[in-house]
């Protein structure tokens, strides 16, 4: 419990500071930072899928998409580092490599059912005791509303979020004809 | 006069009723047939498109406003928000199944059954399909945005 207050508290120092800061670029990392604290919280609630999710939308794009629009602040490397971030790039990706050959290989075989293998699974409640313990004949609906729903609260606001973002980066082309053209103010 | 010829307008009348009926069946019996909120929503939301392209993006508008399906949207993100923090509240955890476990176990296999689950269903169908109508509505605004020879035939309209 305590490393969610302290996730918590993590979260809310890097808001204020991504309001308070002038440095657009510090900002955007502290607003990275949220997101990604958001997912660790996420992963401590075993809900793995909904951490991936956070983490790549909020993590990830955002970074990404403020170094692709943003073309200040860029620095390029030359000379000795640009070797020695070479030589570091090539050494994470054969890590990368090497441990995912691991992962890869203590997976089951193509068509082995996994609950023999894992007898204590907690899909085997799902499939077993579903009916019963959650009143839902479907086991889709039974999983994702029931014994999964913080999956589906992550995965809801994701897509809230999302919305919000598309609807507000499509209005401002509107707004500024709106204000040209005089024309009704169709947006919420 | 925007949309398509009159052939299209009377069967898409009536089809839109037909879309929109078997969304709301979708999402109502999410617990009990294959479906549930996510699907029962784009169903809800298609029905609309096909109206979209039917009758012209202005008909759309009017028929469900753009406020109206963002109000629609933020309703259902705060209802599935509030059964699970009546679970918090009334049950003993957060997201608990409540309705299921103490007051309404329902049948098995009967519309009202399942808890709070149905609940969830519908306010996701509700977030979903408000949403993604948001989206492509927005979407076609801004396409029209682009040509300027549609925006000056759209101040004529306003």
């Known amino acids: 419990m305590v490393i969610f207050y302290a996730l918590a508290l993590f979260m809310i120092i890097a808001a204020i500071i991504a309001v308070e800061t002038s440095d657009l670029l510090s900002s955007v990392i502290c607003v990275g930072a949220i997101g990604f604290g958001g997912s660790l919280m996420f992963l401590f609630l075993r809900a793995p899928d909904i951490a991936i999710t956070q983490i790549v939308v909020e993590v990830l794009g955002l970074i990404i998409l403020i170094r692709a629009t943003i073309s200040r602040d860029l620095t390029s490397i030359s000379g000795d580092r640009e070797f020695f971030g070479v030589v570091v790039s090539m050494a994470i990706i054969g890590v990368i490599f090497l441990a995912g050959m691991q992962v890869l290989n203590s997976l089951p075989g193509f068509g082995t059912p996994i609950f023999s293998l894992l007898p204590n699974a907690a899909s085997q409640t799902y499939v077993g005791q579903g009916l019963e313990l959650t009143g839902a004949p479907n086991l889709v609906s039974g999983v994702i509303l029931d014994f999964r729903a913080y999956d589906t609260l992550g995965e809801a606001a994701v897509l809230f979020t999302s919305i919000i973002g598309a609807t507000v980066i499509l209005r401002t082309k509107s707004r500024k004809k709106a204000k040209a053209g005089g024309s009704d103010e169709w947006t919420a | ?158």
């Open chain 2, 1 to 158: 006069m925007d949309g398509m010829t009159i052939i299209v307008k009377t069967i898409a009348g009536w089809v839109k009723i037909l879309i929109f009926l078997f969304g709301v069946y979708i999402v109502l019996f999410g617990h009990l047939t294959p479906g549930g909120g996510f699907a029962g929503g784009v169903i809800l939301a298609s029905s609309y498109v096909l109206l979209m392209l039917a009758f012209g993006r202005r008909y759309a508008e009017r028929n469900l406003p753009l406020p109206v399906a963002s109000k629609l949207d933020c309703a259902g993100a705060l209802l599935f928000a509030l059964i699970a923090v009546f679970g918090l509240v009334i049950g003993s955890s957060f997201f608990v199944d409540f309705l299921y476990q103490q007051y309404l176990p329902g049948q098995a296999f009967h519309l009202v059954s399942a808890g709070t689950i149905p609940l969830y269903n519908i306010a996701i169908g509700l977030k979903v399909g408000a949403s993604l109508f948001l989206v492509i509505l927005s979407l076609s605004v801004w396409g029209k945005d682009t040509e300027p020879d549609m925006s000056a035939e759209e101040e004529e309209i306003t």
